[in-house]
């Protein structure tokens, strides 16, 4: 099992910057993904980021230039630092970690979710 919690939400001004966090424990050995999600009102939940255990960045083709996620494999921390902030941006983050576990094939452990609120 791994718990995730995010922290670092608000609200922010427009073209402002936020740097998100997010604490995983547990058992972490079999994560080979941890990613940051979003999901805004009335939207679908969409991947922003994704940072494996080898060290890849991957970023969904809305988030290239604007969002960096990065990861700290000591202290089991991945965050996400998001710059020019735009209202659009309004959503609730998700931490997300992913495990190949070899008998129960693919889960994924989500945090609870850290508000993200953009004014114009």
């Known amino acids: 099992q791994v718990q995730l919690v995010e922290s670092g939400g608000g609200l922010v001004q427009a073209g402002g910057s936020l740097r998100l966090s997010c604490a995983a424990s547990g058992t972490m050995h079999g994560i080979n993904t941890m990613n940051w999600y979003r999901q805004a009102p009335g939207k679908q939940r969409e991947l922003i980021a994704t940072?494996?255990?080898?060290?890849?960045?991957t970023y969904a083709n809305f988030a290239e230039g604007r969002f960096n996620i990065s990861r700290d494999f000591a202290k089991n921390t991945v965050s996400l630092q998001i710059t020019s902030l735009k209202p659009e941006d309004t959503a609730v983050y998700y931490c997300?970690?992913?495990?190949?576990?070899?008998?129960?094939?693919?889960?994924?452990?989500w945090g609870q979710g850290t508000q993200v609120t953009v004014s114009s």
């Open positions: 997300n970690a992913g495990e190949l576990h070899p008998v129960r094939g693919p889960i994924m452990y």
């Open positions: 940072v494996m255990s080898g060290g890849k960045t």
